[in-house]
């Protein structure tokens, strides 16, 4: 047949959708007898017996052809003809059926071919408790910072129930612990479990929670299901270092070489990680004792750099201070005593000496001496000794002072010195020294002697111009005018520099110098400069002191022009961070008195008095910070000395706040909405989410991941954990699945996660052909018949919306019968061949089905 006269033929073609909208129609109107069965029945187990539903007899059943037809191609249903009973034709699992969906019903009808008759029916499935609640991961990962507050909630994945119903998953429970309870909240998916903090943790006590979490459903008894919750506690930097000791005391000998270990201090901290990693410095420390000494900062191994000189400096006081990886801190103080050696020689500062001295003199005044030895204890006690026989004797003075007089007439051939030896441990010098005559008797009496002479004392301001008048040394000595100078009077120092000077003639004691009392005395108050007033003829001393007085000549300063102060946010008010300390040269009212801040909300300065007088600023913490809404802060802090108007010092601080982990990833979107169609590729973009965490560093970096996916949903999508991108990982199909639920969790590098929620829908796309299903089919039909049945059937297809509209239509006056279904939205064409329509419409021959009684059916 050309191609012109089928598409001719096929125009006059009866057309049936009518028969098929009122078959519908009546389908419709009339109400489906429905049946009921337990799933999991055996094989032929009765469902119901169907005659009076029928209203037939039961001879009438084999009569008129009596059959069930289900949807599908499988019979799940027998309809015994003798009987009229409805059993069942194999064992039903309604988990394999509907899944999820309740209630659960299989269609069928009953079908009469003679004459036609259709009885609408619905058998429901109904569940039994066949399965226990499943937990997809066994073991359930919580990493929780120790800083999150009680009363946070955590999401835990939810179990799986196969069953509906009272027989599906009714609750949970939680093994009992002090930490935490167990919240169920009602979804549309059902009970969500989470976990609510009760009591704060801490890592130090507890580093990790092992819970076992219990899901349960409604059978009678309930069957459970468990998995393990991994609670990891995550540190926070919430414990300062800590030393061995809060004060260690050595001895470090004088001739130690450079290099040589003082001491070890130690230091631990109980957080982990770079919160516990711990690094030593000096705080506070003057520029003599960064000189002298060095700290590793790693191993807290403090070592000389420069060389001890007890004669110099006796003792060293160290504040180290141990700071971890978050900017807390803790110290201690190292006492370095430096213990003397012998090594001075006894010193003899000649005052006078007469070096022509007649023969015939009897107790004539030789010389005038003084002995000194920097050594300290025995190394610096002294003997001095002349030769027995010699005509003189040495006479003890005040303050190591002597005097050599002749005791007889002189003889200048016999005449060989004077030797001076200092005492020490050595028994070779000891021997050499034991036939000199001792003199430690007059020691002990000179010493005697100073205590009970009382000196004459003046005082005078520092920074006075040389000249400048002290006192009249004639009255306080109780001498006659004239007899200064008459006796020789001069003024002898401790030291060989002569800052005073006596007028012989007024008797007035005057300055040699300006004096600075910082340069004399540093910081040790009073500053006393000593003094002997010596009369040669007859020898006599008097013991004076002159007292400087300060004046307020130096300012307080700061090592250092700025300092940098790193706090953790989380840090509680209250909590005290040291702050460097200012030098003052100055001494009492006019030294370093106080501390003060630029005013702020956040934080105030404390002056902390330490035991050698110093004066120390802390920082005090007033109220909590948040770094996310103030990450830093720049104060200046001023010290102030007690001079009116008193004179300052000021140093930048600089606090930076180290974040902690107390903000979760917050999603910009949620929930997201999105359709793809169907047939959309493999590895093809679905979306991407975005979530942002307020946290910095590692806190703030988010990963995504699916959150209590289901298998399905594990297939189907996969997401990029740095990037959020969702793709395809499994074909869509519209028919079988029309929309997912998808959870999304983003995790921060605390272990903080927030969760958001993608809806796909999917689109439908025109992908499946037209169905014909042959229920009755006869092959030969009497010639005289009028309106024989000779075929019934079913035609279905699974798109939807106008993909799923179709039309069904035979040729007129054909003797073979073609029929021809189509969706009607597309031109049919000619459907007079398989292959002709299927270029037509643009299908493949596969999605027509035609049917011919007089052919094989295909």
């Known amino acids: ?175 009992p612990n002090s930490h935490f309870h167990l919240k169920l909240q009602d979804s549309p998916d059902g009970v969500l479990p989470q976990l609510v903090l009760d009591k704060a943790l801490d890592r130090e006590q507890q580093a990790e929670i092992r819970l076992t979490l219990t899901a349960l459903d409604g059978g009678t008894p309930p069957r459970t299901g468990t998995a393990l919750v991994h609670i990891e506690v995550l540190d926070i930097n919430d414990n300062a270092p800590e030393f061995a000791k809060q004060f260690y005391e050595v001895q470090v000998l004088e001739n130690s070489p450079i290099g040589f270990l003082v001491a070890i201090v130690s230091a631990s901290d109980l957080d982990i990680g770079t919160y516990g990693e711990i690094s030593y410095v000096f705080s506070q420390a003057s520029e003599e004792i960064r000189k002298t000494f060095q700290i590793n900062a790693k191993s807290g191994e403090l070592f000389l750099t420069q ?103 002189l003889d200048r051939e016999m005449l060989e010195g004077i030797g001076c030896k200092h005492r020490v441990s050595n028994m070779e010098t000891l021997e050499r020294i034991q036939p000199n005559r001792q003199v430690m008797v007059f020691i002990l009496m000179v010493f005697l002697s100073q205590a009970l002479a009382e000196p004459i004392r003046y005082s005078v301001m520092e920074e006075t111009e040389s000249g400048f008048f002290v006192a009249h040394l004639t009255k306080d000595l109780g001498l006659g005018i004239g007899e200064l100078a008459a006796r020789s009077a001069r003024v002898v120092s401790d030291d060989d520099k002569q800052r005073l000077q006596l007028d012989r003639q007024t008797g007035d004691l005057l300055l040699r110098e300006k004096l600075d009392r910082e340069e004399l005395c540093g910081p040790i108050e009073p500053c006393v400069l000593h003094f002997q007033v010596f009369l040669e003829t007859p020898v006599q001393f008097f013991e004076g002191e002159l007292s400087i007085q300060d004046v307020n000549d130096h300012s307080p300063v700061f090592p250092t022009g700025e300092m940098l102060l790193k706090i953790p946010e989380n840090s509680q008010p209250g909590t005290l961070f040291p702050l460097k300390l200012a030098q003052d040269l100055d001494v009492g009212s006019n030294g370093l008195q106080k501390y003060t801040i630029s005013p702020n909300s956040h934080f105030h300065v404390l002056t902390r008095n330490h035991s050698e007088g110093k004066k120390y600023p802390d920082l005090v913490q007033d109220k909590p910070l948040d770094r996310e809404e103030e990450p830093e802060f720049s104060l200046t802090l001023t010290a102030l000395d007690g001079g009116s108007p008193p004179k300052s010092g000021t140093i930048t601080v600089r606090i930076l706040i180290m974040d902690v982990n107390d903000n979760a990833p917050e999603f910009v979107h949620t929930p997201y909405e999105v359709q793809v169609l169907e047939n959309n590729p493999l590895d093809s973009p679905v979306l991407s989410v975005s979530a942002r965490d307020v946290d910095a560093g590692h806190f703030g970096s988010v990963s995504y991941g699916l959150f209590q996916a289901s298998d399905e949903i594990k297939q189907t999508f996969s997401i990029n954990e740095v990037t959020g991108e969702i793709r395809l990982t499994k074909k869509l199909d519209f028919e079988q699945i029309k929309s997912y639920h998808v959870e999304i969790e983003a995790i921060d590098g605390g272990g903080l996660s927030g969760k958001g929620t993608v809806f796909i829908d999917v689109v439908d796309v025109n992908d499946n052909a037209p169905e014909l299903i042959i229920s009755s089919l006869t092959s030969s039909v009497p010639e005289n018949a009028p309106e024989t049945v000779v075929s019934i059937f079913r035609i279905r297809d699974r798109d939807s919306g106008d993909n799923g509209k179709m039309i069904c239509s035979i040729p007129d006056n054909l003797r073979s019968v073609d029929i021809c279904c189509y969706r009607k939205q597309r031109d049919p064409g000619n459907c007079t061949t398989e292959e002709q329509h299927a270029e037509n419409i643009g299908e493949k021959p596969h999605d027509i089905i035609f049917v011919n009684p007089h052919q094989k059916t295909s």
């Open 1 to 175: 047949m050309e191609a012109g006269e089928g598409k001719e033929r096929f125009l006059k073609q009866r057309q049936v959708l009518i028969f098929f909208v009122l078959l519908g129609i009546a389908q419709a109107a009339s109400e489906p007898r429905r049946y009921s069965v337990a799933e999991e029945m055996e094989s032929g187990s009765f469902v119901a017996n169907l005659l009076k539903d029928l209203g037939l007899e039961v001879n009438e059943l084999a009569a008129r052809g009596a059959r069930v037809i289900s949807k599908g191609k499988k019979t799940r249903l027998h309809f015994d003809r003798q009987t009229g009973d409805l059993l069942l034709n194999e064992k039903l699992d309604r988990e394999e059926l509907c899944g999820l969906a309740e209630p659960c019903v299989l269609p069928f009808q009953v079908l009469l071919e003679n004459p036609l008759q259709f009885f609408q029916a619905e058998l429901r499935i109904r569940d039994i408790n066949d399965h226990s609640p499943v937990f997809l991961d066994k073991e359930i990962i919580l990493k929780i910072s120790e800083s999150i507050t009680p009363g946070t909630t955590f999401l835990i994945e939810r179990a799986q129930d196969l069953d509906v119903g009272s027989n599906s998953l009714q609750s949970y429970t939680v093994s």
């Open 307 to 409: 060389k001890l000189d007890f004669e110099s400096t006796q003792t060293y006081t160290l504040n180290i201070q141990a700071t971890d990886g978050g900017g807390l801190s803790g110290s201690c103080v190292v006492f370095v005593q430096v213990m003397d050696l012998n090594d001075n020689p006894p010193e003899l500062t000649m005052s006078t000496f007469i070096d022509h001295i007649p023969e015939n003199l009897q107790e004539t005044i030789i010389a005038v001496f003084r002995v000194s030895d920097p050594d300290s204890g025995d190394n610096g006690r002294m003997v001095c000794s002349i030769q027995d026989d010699l005509p003189f004797f040495l006479k003890p003075s005040v303050e190591n002072f002597y005097t050599l007089v002749t005791n007889t007439a």
